[in-house]
């Protein structure tokens, strides 16, 4: 599980989404820390299906699933399976 949300995190860092010094927890909102905006979820649900080789059903294309580390790691690991 860490190692899900640290691709995640290297990811945002990565691609400017988010400082380097930013500390996220697992339940912080991506969207009110301004780390991720509609466009940015969008590259991060096409970087998702492609490391993890998975199809993201549009039922799971929720905040539950997409707005914390913890959402978006729970959903990689119930599709991965």
């Known amino acids: 599980m860490e190692q899900i949300k640290n691709v995640i995190v290297d990811y ?13 927890e697992d339940n912080d909102s991506l969207t009110q820390k301004g780390v991720i905006d509609s466009i940015g979820l969008l590259e991060l649900m096409d970087y998702i299906s492609e490391k993890y080789s998975i199809e993201i059903p549009e039922e799971m294309l929720t905040p539950e699933n997409f707005d914390s580390l913890q959402g978006i790691t729970n959903m ?6």
């Open 12 to 24: 945002l860092k990565a691609n400017s989404f988010m400082d380097k010094g930013t500390n996220l």
């Open 76 to 81: 990689v690991k119930k599709l991965a399976k």
